[in-house]
């Protein structure tokens, strides 16, 4: 099999089984965390509906002290699954970065180019490609000529994920005034985002749809490794 033959027909397989690998643990994951939490929402409303029918019923029990425990329960339910879907978002764009670089360094190797994709300093200052994933990204631009026609639109929507994702990281999930216009433009094309006040609200279907998003471009990124483009 000539070079050209096989970079063509290995790489684009060999990358994808790279980022399906680095990626595989994340959706059982969410799903398993997320089934306990709806489970724990459930034993919650189930006290809810007794307390109300104690109440109807004037039932001789310490309404109080037991509204007061469910409360204090329906609080700390809500605290940790804010605080699972906001570590969740971290978890799976790290994922993503992760991902890519494996992905860029594959490449890298195949075709003998013996770069350290970590250690690579882009040309270009384009700032839709920023952070470490957008280092990776040019790296296969800007050395390997892959064509970003078609990726576009699903990196945009990633980037904006990683704009969260940094509100998160360092300010805690909470935005400074001079952020809110920015972040209200990127929930307006996200289900399952949104803000009261300064503080983010994300839902787990938006994690669920940005997590599909990322293999989605992952699958278009794959099909575009076309040995060609590789041949000195």
Request: net charge negative.
């Amino acid at each position: 099999m000539s070079e050209f033959n096989y970079l063509h027909d290995f790489l684009p397989k060999y990358s994808k089984t790279i980022w399906r690998m680095s990626m595989r643990e994340v959706g059982p994951y969410l799903r398993k965390i997320d089934a306990f939490f709806r489970i724990d929402e459930i034993k919650i409303e189930a006290k809810e509906y007794k307390l109300n029918l104690a109440e109807l019923k004037e039932e001789d029990v310490d309404l109080e002290s037991m509204g007061f425990l469910i409360k204090m329960n329906r609080i700390a339910h809500e605290t940790k699954y804010n605080l699972f879907l906001k570590s969740s978002a971290v978890m799976i764009y790290s994922a993503f970065e992760s991902s890519l670089l494996s992905v860029a360094q594959a490449v890298s190797e195949v075709t003998d180019m013996k770069v350290n994709v970590r250690k690579y300093k882009k040309k270009s200052s384009d700032d839709r490609f920023l952070g470490g994933v957008g280092n990776y990204a040019l790296y296969l631009i800007e050395v390997h000529k892959i064509e970003w026609g078609g990726l576009e639109e699903m990196w945009e929507r990633i980037d904006k994920f990683r704009f969260v994702r940094n509100c998160i990281v360092h300010k805690g999930g909470e935005l400074d005034a001079n952020e809110f216009d920015i972040f209200d433009e990127v929930s307006a094309h996200e289900s399952g985002l949104s803000r009261d006040e300064e503080v983010i609200l994300i839902d787990f279907f938006y994690l669920t749809q940005i997590f599909e998003l990322m293999k989605d471009f992952f699958e278009a990124l794959c099909l575009k490794l076309d040995g060609r483009v590789f041949i000195k």
